[in-house]
C-alpha cells in the first residue's frame, strides 16, 4: 500500500509502498479516508520534534486521521463505521504502537497526562502514523464518529487539543466564579482558528486573534467571520495587548513562539489564565523574573502548558465540530491533495490554512 514517509536523515516527505499492516487480535483494521497536516507535523519532518520508530529507517507520518473500519476483526467494533485514532500509545510495542504494555495513565486511560517516555505518539514521536491507505488499531484507540463526518472527521484531533485545553483552564479558575468576556487566541494556524471558532461557542463577549499578516490574507477573513478583531503581532505585540485593546480573561497560545508564553501574563486581567500548546524550539531572552511572580501572586494569574488529549476530549470535539457552522469549514480546509501530489502538500504557504491528504472518500 501507499505511505507518505520522511525516510531517516531526509527532510521531505514521499510516496513509498509497504506492507498492509494485518490487525492482531483484539485490533481492527481501519481504511483511510484524510489526514490532516498542522505545525507538528513541519515540525517532525525538519526533526525538531518527534523521532523515528525504533529499528526503522522510515517514519509513517499523519496524527490527525479519519477512516472507516475495513475489518472489525472480532472487536466490538462494526465494518463501515467511521473513526477517528487517537494519538498516543504504550511505549514498547511494535513500529505502528501496537502491543505495548498499558502503564499507569494507559490504564486510567489518561495517555494525555504520560510523561516523556511513557507513550509513543503515531506520526510523531517513535510510531508510525496514519497517512497510509490502511492502519491498524485497538477500538480503545478509535472514537467512533457519524458518517457525515467522511471529509471533516480529521478536524476531531486538533480539537480535542483545544477542549483539553479548555478543560485545564476551567479548572484552574474553579475556586471562583469565572465569567471571563475577552479572550484571545495567539496565532492564525489551523489549531488557533479552530479555537477561535470554539471561543466565539463559549459565551465571550469579546474574542480577538493574534497574527503577523498583511490583508488581504484568507485566515483574516475567516477571523473577522467569526466576529474576532484581528491583531496584528507586528503592530500590537502581545505584552501590549492591555494598552491596545484590553486585558485579557482568557489567551490561548498556538503560535509556537517562545516569547509570547511570558508575553501572556502581561496581557492578562487579574484572576485570569492563559493556556501555551504551541512547542517552540529552545529560545533564551531575557525576563524581569520577579515582576511576573509578583504578577502572578498578586493578581491571581494561572499559566499552563497542555499538550494532547484523551478520548472524553475527542467525544466533545465530535460535539463541537457538529456545531460549527459549514461555511467555517469550508473555508479553513483550503487544501485536499492525492498521496501523490505530496511534494505540493507539504509546501506552505499564506494561501493555506488546513491542508489535507485524501486516500479514499467513504
Ligand atoms: P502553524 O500552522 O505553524 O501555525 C502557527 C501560526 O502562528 C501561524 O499562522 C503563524 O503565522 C503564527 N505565528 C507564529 N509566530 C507569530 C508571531 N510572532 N506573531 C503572530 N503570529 C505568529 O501550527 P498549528 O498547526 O496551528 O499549531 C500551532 C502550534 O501548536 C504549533 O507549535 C504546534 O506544534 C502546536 N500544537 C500543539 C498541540 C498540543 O497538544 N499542545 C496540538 C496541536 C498543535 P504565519 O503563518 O504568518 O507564519
Ligand atoms: C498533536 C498532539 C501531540 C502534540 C505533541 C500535536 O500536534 O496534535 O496529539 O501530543 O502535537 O507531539
Ligand atoms: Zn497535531
Redesign the pocket.
Known sequence: MRAIAVERGGDEPTVIEVDEPEPADGEALVRTLRVGI???D??VIQSN?GGYPEGEDYQILGHEAVGVVEDANGTELEDGQLVVPTVRRPPGGDAHGSGGEPNEYFERDEPDMAPDGAYVERGIAGAHGYMAEYFTSEPRYLVPVPDAFAATGFLVE?IS?SE??FDLAAASRSTFEWTPDSGIV????????LTLAMLEDGGFERTYC????DRPDP?IDVIEELGATYVD??ETPVDELPAAHEQMDFVYE????A??AVETIDALAPNGVGVL????GDWEFEIDGGRLHREFVLENKALL?????HVPHFEAAVDTLAGFPEWFTDEIVTHVFEPEDVDRAFE?G?DRIKVVVEFDEL
Do not use: F, M, Q
Open positions: 498542522d505545525g507538528t513541519h515540525e520534534h486538533p487539543n483539553k485545553a495567539l496565532g492564525n494556524g489551523p489549531l488557533g482558528l493574534l497574527g503577523r499578516r485566515t503581532s507586528r498556538a503560535t509556537g513562539y516569547p509570547h500548546l504551541g512547542i517552540p502548558g497542555s499538550v494532547n488529549s506552505t499564506d
